[in-house]
């Protein structure tokens, strides 16, 4: 499964962006799905994740502001950022896992098949 991220930019501090995650499967057969974010010296964080069936969980430091979704029509994954803030400030990568093992899928779990990332800066 092949995974690009798009969308990542330059935002000021309350701005919004929407990164979006093209799938070479059809997404409805990847049973999880995931954002996470890595900024340089510390460790990839999760973010958000969907599981087949439209469940998600969301990290505490994003919930409230962040949304996830996919589109299994188009095969892409979505991530509606709003309330940005600089810490918000990472590479962000999409992940994918086909394997019913993955379930339950929650934000942390990552994935086996993961994306370049696309950078996003909160910056003034």
């Known amino acids: 499964v092949q995974l690009v991220e798009s969308g990542g930019g330059l935002v000021q501090p309350g701005g919004s962006l929407r990164l979006s995650c093209a799938a070479s499967?059809?997404?409805?057969?990847?049973?999880?799905m995931t954002w996470s974010r890595e900024v340089p010296g510390k460790e990839r964080e999760g973010v958000a994740g969907?599981?087949?069936?439209?469940?998600?969980s969301y990290a505490d430091s994003v919930k409230g502001r962040f949304t996830i979704s996919q589109d299994n029509a188009k095969n892409t994954l979505f991530l509606q950022m709003d309330s940005l803030k600089p810490e918000d400030t990472a590479m962000y990568y999409c992940?994918?896992?086909?394997?019913?093992?993955?379930?339950?899928?929650?934000?942390?779990?990552?994935?086996?098949?993961w994306g370049q990332g696309t950078q996003v800066t909160v910056s003034s």
């Open positions: 499967k059809d997404t409805d057969r990847l049973y999880c």
């Open positions: 992940a994918a896992d086909d394997s019913k093992e993955s379930l339950p899928c929650e934000y942390s779990n990552g994935g086996i098949y």
């Open positions: 969907i599981d087949r069936d439209g469940r998600i």
